[in-house]
């Protein structure tokens, strides 16, 4: 036993031995040529020698400006040696000139690396002029007067409102050609990403287009807006605003390009002959989501700073809506009810996708649906859609009770209550998990395109609910 113990102890030292003799070096960052000084937008040149034994993964040269990485150039390598590219210095609007970090970092397939530091001087280029190009033109902007960072244009455009794009040129040894532009206006961008310059003088009447190359600052310029309040910062294409409207007033939206591709919710809103927006809601605070992945507004109630469930006592505050397959599933595809549109973003009796009626005031609420658009169409056999209303906005545990005191017969739209088949009718199977339910007729067709008001009266209890034909 001895004899085993000790030839075990033998077989360790020497399986360490081997390791030892097989130990990975780390690689060593030899020379690092580069320039010293550089202007945003610069391509810079940069030379690295590499010494390393192992086989090599990568180097990476990394741009850091307070702190923050925001540009990186990756080389992947095999072997030791002297490799050379170039790093570009990004134009990061608000950044004052001054020096800023660059990090090499040699690293082996075995991931050991090393990392050395060089500091770069970095300016701001004052660019003996910009280019802006639109439909009606290419202008030369040329630099303003005693403001270091401005260049404008003065022309008189044939329309108030056009789109155009910045273009800046190659600045110094190093420099190249860009762009500014895009809804919230950043350098480097795509020729696509116009910026939409708006004004409210006379057309033929000559004004400044202008741009500043620090602030990026842009005149006439309009930024995305409802009822004159700007949307802050959009973070994953959604901005929002908090405000209080007024019943019947009029409502500008400005700011969206493509407005016109964007779904208008008749619940909330009417759309004006000028081409503003009446607010059909009682006065109050809302919540205005601009959603640009699905291209509408969603306008929700408020009370304080949160979204308003439903008060009993006052008969105030928000009634939500959700729904999906009602009582028979049928062979219908499963995306029954949802705004802007069934198909884009369909409830699916999901709470999270909650949707408001528009409080009308004493206690009466309203919801718009539109057939084929958001709401089911009801035309394929033993296929319904199902919809409940609820007291709080993101859940569906507090349902309201229901009373369809007023619905529809007849051919898609009549309201001719003495002849046909309904239209809509009450159900309340699924009131344990869903609420009370207002369902479609199977086949019964709504007419596509036809638009349904719900009129719901929450001043009895039950509440009752009429359905009528806009």
């Known amino acids: 036993m001895r004899k085993l113990h000790l030839l075990l102890i033998f077989f360790v030292y020497l399986f360490c031995s081997c390791n030892n003799d097989t130990k990975i070096d780390v690689p060593t960052i030899s020379f ?17 020698t590499v010494n390393a034994d192992y086989p090599m993964n990568s180097i990476r040269i990394q741009f850091y400006s307070s702190g923050e990485m925001v540009s ?18 990004p134009f990061v609007k608000d950044m004052n000139d001054g020096t800023s970090e660059v990090k090499i970092i040699a690293k082996n397939k075995n991931f050991d690396y090393s990392t050395q530091t060089v500091t770069l001087n970095i300016s701001r280029p004052k660019f003996p002029y910009l280019t802006l190009k639109t439909a009606y033109g290419t202008f030369r902007m040329e630099p303003v007067s005693g403001k270091s960072y401005e260049y404008a244009v003065d ?3 044939p329309v108030q409102e056009f789109n155009g794009i910045i273009e800046a040129p190659a600045y110094g040894e190093n420099g190249n050609s860009f ?3 895009g809804t919230a206006i950043k350098a480097n961008a795509l020729s696509t990403d116009s910026i939409l310059f708006i004004t409210d003088q006379p057309v033929g009447t000559e004004y400044t287009v202008s741009f500043d190359v620090r602030s990026y600052d842009v005149q006439p310029f309009v930024k995305p807006s409802f009822d004159g309040v700007e949307f802050p910062g959009f973070a994953d294409n959604l901005a929002i605003i908090e405000k209080n409207f007024s019943q019947n007033q009029s409502i500008l939206i400005r700011g969206f390009l493509d407005i016109d591709n ?22 109050g605070k809302y919540r205005v989501t601009a959603d640009q992945n699905l ?48 198909t884009a973003n369909p409830c699916l009796w999901d709470p999270a996708k909650n949707f408001a009626m528009a409080p009308m005031g004493n206690g009466i609420y309203q919801v718009k649906l539109i057939a084929n658009v958001t709401l089911f169409l009801s035309n394929v056999s033993a296929s319904t859609v199902g919809i409940s209303f609820y007291q709080n906005s993101r859940s569906m545990d507090n349902a309201l009770s229901l009373d369809l005191v007023e619905t529809l017969y007849g ?27 207002i369902v479609s007729g199977s086949n019964r067709t709504l007419g596509n395109g036809r638009t349904y008001v719900f009129t719901l009266d929450a001043n009895d209890s039950p509440a009752k609910i009429s359905i009528t034909l806009e």
């Open 32 to 48: 690092v040529d580069m320039v010293g000084s550089a202007y945003m937008a610069d391509s810079v040149p940069f030379t690295v």
């Open 72 to 89: 990186e150039r990756i080389i992947a390598i095999n072997t030791a040696g002297t490799y050379g590219g170039k790093l570009f210095v």
């Open 411 to 437: 051919s898609p739209g009549s309201p001719d209550s003495g002849a046909g088949t309904p239209r809509f009718m009450f159900n309340n199977g699924n009131s344990s998990s869903r609420g009370n339910m």
């Open 295 to 342: 291209k509408f507004f969603r306008i929700e109630p408020m009370r304080g700073n949160g979204l308003a469930d439903f008060d009993p006592v006052t008969k105030t505050g928000g009634i939500w809506v959700n729904g999906g397959i009602g009582d028979q599933a049928g062979t219908a595809p499963v995306e029954r009810l949802g705004i802007p549109s069934i």
């Open 179 to 181: 762009y500014f532009g």
């Open 262 to 283: 964007w779904w208008i919710d008749p619940t909330f809103l009417i759309t004006n002959a000028d081409g503003t927006y009446r607010f059909r809601a009682m006065d």
């Open 155 to 157: 022309y008189a455009f």
